[in-house]
T-cell receptor, first 119, second 117 residues
Framework: DAEITQSPRHKITETGRQVTLACHQT?????MFWYRQDLGHGLRLIHY???????NKGEVSDGYSVSRSNTEDLPLTLESAASSQTSVYFC??????????????????FGEGSRLTVL | AQSVAQPEDQVNVAEGNPLTVKCTYS??????LFWYVQYPNRGLQFLLK??????LVKGSYGFEAEFNKSQTSFHLKKPSALVSDSALYFC???????????????FGSGTRLSIRP
């Protein structure tokens, strides 16, 4: 079965360290996303990609970067981790919506999450 | 600007009773509306969606949702709650205008549903 996997599932790091969270999907989806989940905020979009070599900033992109060198992977990098980046991070993927309202509407398929603690 | 609100942080229901989880939205055009569920230590799972057509949408695990355009609401419902329905529920909205605009999916803050035996 197709799936989307994240690693590591749990990570503890120190302030200032570089951290990379991996996301790998076997759905062959063009669209991939990174969200962070914090109490009281729901899910907030960090970065997203519509295909290979395409990346875009979401609403909370400061301090994060992504790269898309193939369809399957969208790693999220924290260049210099800060305590404010302690959170649970979710990767998701979807097919692009079609212009026909009866077509695919871009439901998201989520990974299991990566819990990051920055001390 | 798009927004979605879930006014209740927590909903408590006895097993066997009907449940409602509320969601209201604001978009500039016609909305795509979604409900997702999150079980402990898991990612979100798609439950159901409204795109067009009948205002009552049926989804997974016996859940349904009613789209009300005049009240800009999309409440999640189930006629008879199960203890296994206890989870975190998220409403999400996307403006249907804009091809490949998946980036504009906005999530609510979530409602924790607790079903007591």
């Amino acid at each position: 079965d197709a799936e989307i996997t994240q690693s590591p599932r749990h990570k503890i790091t120190e302030t200032g360290r570089q951290v990379t969270l991996a996301c790998h999907q076997t759905w062959n989806h063009n669209n991939m996303f990174w969200y962070r989940q914090d109490l009281g905020h729901g899910l907030r979009l960090i970065h997203y990609s519509y295909g290979v070599h395409d990346t875009n900033k979401g609403e909370v992109s400061d301090g994060y970067s992504v790269s898309r060198s193939n369809t399957e992977d969208l790693p999220l990098t924290l260049e210099s981790a800060a305590s404010s980046q302690t959170s649970v991070y979710f990767c998701a993927s979807s097919e692009p919506e079609t212009s026909d309202s009866l077509g695919n509407t871009g439901e998201l398929f989520f990974g299991e999450g990566s819990r990051l603690t920055v001390l | 600007a798009q927004s979605v609100a879930q006014p209740e942080d927590q909903v408590n229901v006895a097993e066997g009773n009907p449940l409602t989880v509320k969601c209201t939205y604001s978009v500039s055009g016609n909305p795509y509306l979604f409900w997702y569920v999150q079980y402990p230590n898991r990612g979100l799972q798609f439950l159901l969606k409204y795109i067009t057509g009948d205002n009552l949408v049926k989804g997974s695990y016996g859940f349904e949702a009613e789209f009300n355009k005049s009240q800009t609401s999309f409440h999640l419902k189930k006629p008879s709650a199960l203890v296994s329905d206890s989870a975190l529920y998220f409403c999400a909205v996307r403006d249907m205008f804009g091809y490949s605009s998946a980036s504009k999916i906005i999530f609510g803050s979530g409602t924790r549903l607790s079903i007591r035996p």
